[in-house]
């Protein structure tokens, strides 16, 4: 399911709320619960920005291991050509000839092996970084839905005491602060009209 998805969820048993809804549920001002929405939008928007951000390091960490395995494959193909020509029985001057030729390459080989398992560990290491990271983005957004879907009751309440006329012109949310929210402010202004029937 999709944070959307998510939100949508949990937003849209709201939209029947106001006739349970005769005033505030808390002592606050109907400015103090768009200043709250705003800041979770905000800091919605700004979740958004670091699941870019992670998505976009996950593309390079993917472009990078495929190098790492390229070499990999390269490396085995070398192994496969040393055990080809270091296997045998030769005159014991051919022996000899090739018996310092694949000790030297042996030793380039163990040199790449080095390398490449120093590589694979990094890129392991990094690619746990990047779940673990996009896994505390995930619970953050999770929870900025959950203080999203407590704050619209509270301004379907403020609204609820209104005239129309004074709903017209004040029961309203706080624009979207960038674009990757602005479908979340579209998707609960949709609501707010919903649940005075406009």
């Not at 045998?88 to 030297?104: D, V, W």
């Not at 390459?105 to 290491?125: R, V």
């Not at 999770?142 to 009751?153: N, Y």
């Not at 998707?187 to 029937?197: H, P, R, V």
Request: net charge negative; hydrophobic share 35%.
């Amino acid at each position: 399911m999709s944070s959307r998805q998510g939100l949508s969820a949990r937003l849209a048993p709201l939209a029947g709320m106001v006739l349970l809804l005769s005033g505030p549920a808390h002592a606050d001002s109907l400015a103090a619960v768009t200043q709250d929405i705003g800041q979770v939008l905000y800091e919605m928007e700004g979740n958004l920005v670091t699941r870019e951000a992670i998505d976009m390091n996950a593309t390079d960490w993917i472009s990078h291991r495929d190098s790492i395995d390229a070499r990999q494959r390269d490396y085995n193909t070398r192994v496969e050509s040393h055990n080809a020509y270091c296997q045998g029985t030769f005159e014991e001057e051919e022996y000899n000839r090739r018996l310092a030729a694949c000790a030297s390459l042996e030793s380039q080989l163990d040199t790449l092996m080095a390398q490449l398992q120093i590589e694979f560990d990094a890129s392991d290491q990094q690619a746990r970084d990047l779940k673990t990271r996009e896994a505390a983005r995930a619970e953050a957004y999770q929870q900025l839905e959950q203080r999203l879907s407590a704050l619209l009751p509270r301004l379907i309440g403020f609204c609820a005491t209104m005239t129309p006329g004074e709903r017209s012109s004040q029961c309203r949310l706080p624009p979207a602060p960038g674009p990757r929210t602005r479908a979340v402010v579209d998707e609960m202004s949709g609501l707010l009209s919903g649940a005075f029937g406009q």
